[in-house]
């Protein structure tokens, strides 16, 4: 093996490139990259992937956490695609991610907005603020006004249970804690409260059914298992 042959063999042990994959009910062309973190900026990050550079746009506490410029890193992402761009999303944590997808499905949060709320409250933190529909939280990042803040808590209070960390709901009467839930067990949650249940009942119903069937259980096998355990 040569010199050259044996670097690129070196090279390929931090570096991979994983698509497609499938989150909850959403398919993204590229999940997940895996390689060297070779130059950083204030809200983005270059992963060179065999030689490949992605710029990723990031969260201020992803970017703390890849670590320094040339060691391996792994950053979870989003595709975002419209009429005039297309850009990644970077996330040092799947349940980061998530939230991320949360936020912008509400109106008037975008991604830069959403990144700004997510560098400014750990996942927790802003689980907890939407639960308790702590608006004054969520404005402390920057571009977020209250009355933004306020429409974001309201509008995401009944779903905070069932996203990572879990909620006082979703924790509620499970032995250790609720496990990490992510976007099918959001779905499952809505399914249920438009069934005529009730938003805690419904978190912590699938909460349960997550923790039965585990992390990577379908939305119908949750929404199955839920309307048992809610019905009880």
């Known amino acids: 093996m040569s010199i050259g042959e044996e670097r690129q ?21 590229i999940a997940k990259l895996t390689g060297r973190l070779d130059e950083t900026g204030e809200d983005w990050a270059i992963v060179d ?3 490949v550079g992605y710029l990723v746009h990031c969260s201020a506490r992803t970017l703390s956490a890849l670590g320094e410029t040339g060691e391996a890193c792994t950053v979870h992402t989003d595709l975002q695609v419209s009429e005039n761009d297309m850009r990644l999303l970077g996330f040092a944590q799947s ?48 571009g977020v006004g209250p009355k933004l803040a306020g429409r974001i808590v309201n509008e995401l209070k009944d ?29 499952a949650v809505s399914a249920l409260e438009n069934l005529g249940f009730k938003p805690a009942v419904a ?21 199955r298992v839920a309307l048992k355990k809610a019905a009880g």
């Open 9 to 29: 063999s070196d090279d390929n042990r931090f570096c991979r490139l994983v698509i497609p994959s499938t989150i909850g009910d959403k398919q993204t062309m």
């Open 49 to 51: 992937v065999a030689g």
């Open 95 to 142: 349940g980061e991610r998530d939230w991320f997808r949360l936020l912008t499905g509400v109106q008037g949060v975008g991604s830069k907005v959403a990144l700004a709320i997510l560098s400014a409250l750990s996942t927790a933190e802003l689980r907890d603020a939407c639960a308790g529909g702590d608006a004054a939280s969520v404005a402390r990042a920057n």
């Open 159 to 187: 779903k905070a249970g069932a996203f990572p960390g879990g909620g006082v709901a979703g924790a509620a009467g499970i032995a250790g804690g609720a496990p990490r839930l992510g976007l099918a067990s959001a779905d």
């Open 203 to 223: 978190a912590q119903a699938v909460a349960r059914a997550q923790s039965e069937l585990g992390e990577d259980a379908a939305e119908g096998d949750l929404i």
